[in-house]
């Protein structure tokens, strides 16, 4: 199994999750959950890690944060490494406590902050352990807003400014913003998530590419950096299907939307807005083409000769 791609930078947002081993419990009482918190907290205050959100679930954690020293390693070896230590010793156990490493992706802040801290604050009323995200006291969701006294070491205000007005009517706002999606079918926001690595629009994975990964070496172990190495932009891929597919112009348009979704790292409102749809369309577009190409081999055959000739075809 290849390594998980670690892009580290000063001034680096990432969503990081780690899950039980076995998909066991890692937390199994409000005092685990407390000392976990603890140990955010002395990652902010020994590291410099800026905490913006989280969620403990009762085998899985979510964390939105940001690394202005670009250590995020550090960060998280002190966050995992003495919570395991904590968690083993306390119950006279040894061995791994996390499935793997954890995982981190990095995110596109001012596009996606506050869509991905929605997603997490409503991790406890996906699975069913709250029918709203206030009654779960275990994520940052109370903190902001503002039903309890936020701890010094969480940062609100990066993500509550994007709201506007004063500080109560950010709160307020950002409520609404949370529970608007509560009982909908709301996208997550990771499903733009590119190589497993980046959150970002395609002018972010672009720069990524080029200050991040241009110098790495290539390692067979590391496959998220040979996707993003071979990934094509949009017009690269509309025109290659204009070629193949130029005389069916309603193939074409199913054809380009399925790949520039699938490899282009372009977010939906981009995809959306060049093929004049909306952004909830894209996915739904991409998915029904899928089924269709199933039912049509010799269409799947074209298109997997498409995407070879983008050179996609060991991604």
């Not at 998980?4 to 899950?19: K, N, S």
């Not at 964390?63 to 995992?80: D, R």
Request: hydrophobic fraction near 35%.
């Amino acid at each position: 199994m290849g390594r998980q791609l670690r892009i580290e930078y000063p001034g680096a947002y990432y969503h990081v999750t780690a899950r039980g081993n076995e998909k066991k419990d890692v937390f199994k009482s409000e005092r685990d959950r407390v000392k976990f918190l603890e140990y955010l907290e002395s990652s902010v205050v020994r590291y410099g890690a800026t905490i913006h959100a989280y969620c403990l679930m009762k085998n899985h954690y979510h964390i939105f944060l940001e690394t202005p020293s670009g250590n995020l390693s550090q960060i998280m070896q002190h966050i995992n490494g003495a919570y395991t230590n904590y968690f083993n010793t306390k119950r006279r156990r040894s061995g791994h406590l996390f499935q793997g490493r954890y995982k981190a992706i990095l995110v596109e802040a001012d596009e996606y902050a506050s869509e991905l801290s929605r997603y997490i604050h409503l991790n406890p009323v996906r699975v069913g352990a709250a029918s709203m995200p206030q009654e779960f006291q275990w994520s940052s969701f109370q903190d902001y807003v503002g039903m309890r006294k936020s701890p010094n070491w969480l940062t609100t205000r990066f993500i509550l400014e994007l709201f506007g007005g004063t500080d109560a009517a950010a709160r307020k706002k950002y409520c609404l913003f949370v529970e608007d999606a509560a009982d909908k079918e709301h996208e997550s926001p990771l499903k733009g998530v590119v190589a497993a690595s980046i959150l970002g629009s395609t002018g972010f994975v672009a720069e990524i590419q080029e200050r991040h990964l241009s110098a790495k070496s290539a390692d067979r172990n590391l496959p998220a950096l040979r996707q993003l190495r071979k990934r094509p932009d949009m017009d690269s891929i509309i025109d290659a299907v204009k070629q193949r597919f130029g005389e069916n112009r309603q193939l074409a348009a199913k054809t380009a939307i399925h790949l520039c979704h699938k490899f282009s790292g372009a977010k939906l409102r981009e995809i959306g807005e060049r093929f004049g749809v909306k952004d909830s369309a894209v996915s739904q577009a991409s998915r029904r083409f899928v089924v269709y190409m199933d039912k049509d081999k010799a269409l799947k055959k074209s298109v997997e000769k498409l995407i070879e000739s983008l050179g996609l075809s060991n991604v």
